[in-house]
């Protein structure tokens, strides 16, 4: 190899560049304000971290429609399966409904229209898919067990906490549309906040009062079915929490002007919000007691569920010290543990390589 080139690995693939190329297309990346181009360069690779989550993220490919559905149908149509329980899986598909169509369009609309670096975009792509996987297997789940869609449409629509949770995040994200000015300190806050909110917040905090009910009934061999599509979309969702984590951690490594006392604080006030927005909906809405939970357990998960997401972007916990009061809610998320869980045929889309779950770190 001559003086003037350079090696570059990825994954068991090696390329040869240009040296001097190569470090120019390295200095051009960055997370905002790089060099805008169209012309897709992910070579030289400056965000590794992304790259590897694209795979990972592809390997756990699953399809809803690989999911038996006929004990689910058996049950929802069935005399042992009280109505409380028919009514947390039509406020599950509801909420989620209207929540996987946010997260998407806020991936598309702002954040993968903000950043320049190529494979922050390729990442953000795959997310994006993701959130329509998730969408899609709530039709699947209507069509399956014959629910009108009308009716999970009327909890998202008439329920004032499950719209206070939703107007929280879709005000962020208007405010922020694709032509900001992201040399502006402020904007730069903004698109801050607003990653932390969706990646930390929502899908990181608020998804987790239904997910758990959702797991509960699982636990009670209710809603096979159903409960492993859960499952799958958990696992999606805590790669999604490391790709926004990343990316807010990222950013602010290479803008530290973003990173005030002030901001910091606006932050945890902003996760305060939140787990308060989250609080209230469990009261309201969720009949935990139906799961044979209790409500103070239940809002301590969130407690230790949020608190994890602020110390993980290095910020001041809320509380501190939570315990989590449902280590089998983390380990029923925890696909790795289950050895024949992958047996059937959602394991053709997964290589023997990437058999990794989700992040232990993110249950
Ligand atoms: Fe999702
Ligand atoms: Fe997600």
């Keep these: 190899m001559s003086e003037n080139t350079t090696t570059y690995t990825v994954g068991n693939r090696t390329f040869v560049l240009d040296k001097e190329k190569a470090d120019a297309a390295i200095a051009a990346k960055a997370v905002i304000n790089g060099r805008d181009t169209m012309f897709f360069n992910i070579l030289p690779l400056k965000y590794q971290w992304a790259y590897d989550l694209y795979k990972t993220m592809k390997n756990n490919h699953w399809e809803p429609e690989d999911i038996q559905m006929q004990t689910d149908i058996q049950q929802w149509q069935g005399n042992d399966i009280s109505d409380v329980e028919r009514w947390i899986?039509?406020?599950?598909?509801?909420?989620?409904?209207?929540?996987?169509?946010?997260?998407?369009?806020?991936?598309?609309?702002?954040?993968?229209?903000?950043?320049?670096?190529?494979?922050?975009?390729?990442?953000?792509?795959?997310?994006?898919?993701?959130?329509?996987?998730?969408?899609?297997?709530?039709?699947?789940?209507?069509?399956?067990?014959?629910?009108n869609p009308h009716e999970c449409e009327a909890m998202f629509e008439d329920i004032p906490t499950i719209k206070a949770k939703n107007n929280f995040v879709v005000s962020n994200s208007r405010a922020l549309r694709r032509d900001v000015d992201l040399t502006v300190l402020e904007n730069k806050q903004a698109l801050a906040k607003n990653i932390f909110m969706f990646g930390q917040v929502m899908e990181g905090t608020q998804f987790y009062g239904l997910f758990g009910m959702i797991l509960s009934l699982y636990r009670q061999n209710k809603f096979p079915g159903i409960g492993q599509m859960f499952r799958y979309t958990l696992r999606d969702e805590s790669n999604h929490i490391e790709v926004f984590r990343n990316l807010l951690n990222t950013l602010i490594t290479e803008n530290p002007d973003i990173w005030t006392k002030e901001f910091q604080q606006d932050l945890r006030d902003t996760m305060a919000e939140g787990v308060r927005l989250e609080k209230e909906f469990i009261r309201d809405c969720l009949p935990v007691s139906a799961v044979g939970l209790s409500c103070e357990e239940f809002e301590q998960y969130i407690d230790y569920i949020s608190d994890r997401r602020l110390v993980n972007c290095r910020l001041e916990p809320l509380i501190g010290g939570v315990e989590n009061p449902f280590p089998w809610l983390s380990e029923s998320m925890d696909l790795k543990k289950?050895?024949?869980?992958?047996?059937?045929?959602?394991?053709?889309?997964?290589?023997a390589s990437a058999l990794a779950g989700a992040d232990d770190d993110e249950l």
């Design 338 to 351: 289950e050895q024949n869980f992958f047996e059937g045929k959602v394991t053709e889309y997964q290589k």
């Design 89 to 147: 899986i039509k406020m599950g598909i509801g909420y989620f409904s209207a929540a996987e169509g946010i997260v998407g369009d806020n991936i598309l609309h702002v954040v993968r229209e903000l950043v320049t670096a190529p494979e922050l975009k390729l990442v953000l792509g795959r997310h994006a898919h993701e959130e329509n996987i998730h969408a899609d297997s709530l039709v699947y789940m209507i069509s399956s067990l014959g629910i």
